[in-house]
């Protein structure tokens, strides 16, 4: 179908814009309105031993189910509880271990009322999230965060669009704060997302490599024939040059092998065709930065050898892996 003269899709842009104009509008509002109790919020969580309970009706509970995800998902035990069903029996996964994280953007939702009553009769420690300063949910709460005014984006200024954006974003920042202070890593994080493209970037190069007999290693007296033995039976490409002590101190490649094909290779030692000071990746680094170092500047490679992190600036430390760019690879990192 031809567009108008008028096009709808004019109109729906200046439409998207406007909202997001007013939605960012307010978030810069509530990142201007946070104090003090914002920490006493994270202050008040981090001393739970269970778990924070989110709980929301309507439009705000769609909100704190992702706030509950996302907490638990950052190191902070969440669990979201529907408040109709709170009334109906399941405030019973609510315990004296736990706090509670309301959120009403009027603060007088009435499904919120059991839970805040259950809440202060067990004496469970408890946050808002509301508009409504003056409110029952407000004037109840341990700590209440409150959004500042702010017109909700649609243009009858009644669905919940605004609020809703302050609070999930509220939300967040509460769980990137609790997850500082906590010194949650990326390592925690793997742990927690094991599966998906998310476990998948934050593989770790110990996790992929070879190690033990399989890293094909040659001292540097060692004559090319034998050399070439160690790199035909590893199946890697190439061959670590170590010295005494077992420290890496050079690298053999098919390049190697092609600048030096003389009629005297065979008799030649390693470190006199070695390539001196290889390309290595630490142990602990991602996945990823493997890939980038094999990708590195006008000579790409395929393998690494790895080493311990705390030896990765010694001049010859010993190895302890060897990386292929297939591990990576297969291990869905890309």
Known sequence: MKAMPDSPSHADLEVARRVLTVEGDALSALARSLDGRFSQAVDLILKVEGRVIVSGMGKSGHIGNKIA??????????????????????????????AALLLSNSGKTQELTDIIEFTRRAGIP???????????????????????????????????????????????????????????????????????????KLVRVADIMHAGSELPLVNQDAVMSEVLLEITSKRFGCAGVTNGDGGLIGV??????????????????????????????????????ALR???HSTTPVTCLF?????????????????????????????
């Open 69 to 98: 995800a996302t907490l638990a998902s950052t190191g902070t035990p969440a669990q979201f509880v529907h408040p109709g069903e709170a009334s109906h029996g399941d405030l019973g996964f609510i315990t004296r271990k736990d």
């Open 126 to 200: 408890m946050v808002a999230i509301t508009s409504g300063a003056d409110s029952a949910l407000a004037q109840h709460a341990d700590v209440a965060l409150i959004l500042p005014a702010a017109r909700e984006a649609c243009p009858i200024e009644l669905a919940p669009t605004t609020s809703t954006t302050m609070q999930l974003a509220l939300g967040d920042a509460l769980a990137v704060a609790l997850m500082t202070r906590r010194g949650f890593s990326a390592d925690d994080y793997l742990v927690l997302h094991p599966g998906g493209s998310l476990g998948k």
């Open 252 to 289: 053999i490649t098919d390049g190697d092998l092609r600048r030096n094909m003389h009629s005297d290779l065979l008799k030649r030692r390693a470190m006199d065709v070695m390539t001196a000071k290889p390309r290595l990746v630490r142990a602990g680094a991602l996945g990823g930065e």
């Open 293 to 295: 170092l094999m990708n």
């Open 306 to 334: 790895v080493v311990a992190d705390e030896d990765v600036a010694k001049a010859a430390p010993k190895p302890v892996g060897i990386v292929h760019v297939h591990d990576c690879l297969r291990a869905g990192v890309a």
